[in-house]
């Protein structure tokens, strides 16, 4: 599976628990699918909220694309994500009940050159959270390291 990867959001891995993951197309313009695919866009302040039945991506730039003069729009514009309706239902029910975030986590350009947004159902971390996230990742990078440093004598 070719997958073109374009955006990537770490931070949300560093500021949330990513409870489950979500494929959603994504209603575009045709020069910011243009923009996209040289590479130019971000998704690190996006979020994603529903409004009437209809889910949206909110703070992802796409920047304009060069050649696009008059064609190209608001690079900050809510952008309408495509969902099943029982997929939109599950998550509005679980941020209404539970508290929970959707937040994209990555853009990509599929096999089919489709643009889609990874959406993730997400509960927020307290700083106790993200101390023990860094922590255990440094106990596993000074293992690592000690493994390796090992083999090579």
């Given amino acids: 599976m070719a997958v073109r990867l374009i955006a990537q959001n770490k931070k949300a891995y560093h500021d949330y628990f990513v409870l489950e993951t979500y494929e959603a197309g994504i209603a575009l313009t045709g020069t910011e699918m243009k923009s ?5 866009a971000s998704i690190k302040e996006a979020y994603a909220h529903i409004w009437n039945g209809e889910i949206t991506v909110v703070g992802m730039h796409i920047s304009p694309y060069e050649q696009g003069n008059r064609y190209n729009v608001d690079p900050l514009r809510e952008r309408k994500l495509l969902l099943h309706k029982k997929e939109i239902r599950k998550l ?5 009940q539970d508290g929970l975030t959707i937040v994209p986590l990555r853009v990509y350009i599929n096999e089919r050159s489709k643009c889609k947004v990874e959406l993730g159902l997400c509960r927020g971390k307290k700083n106790y959270d993200k101390r023990d996230t860094i922590a255990k990742k440094e106990a596993a990078r000074k293992m690592d390291r000690a493994i390796k440093a090992s083999r090579n004598y």
Wanted: charged share 40%; no cysteine.
């Fill in 36 to 40: 996209i695919r040289g590479g130019r």
């Fill in 92 to 96: 509005q029910e679980a941020v209404k």
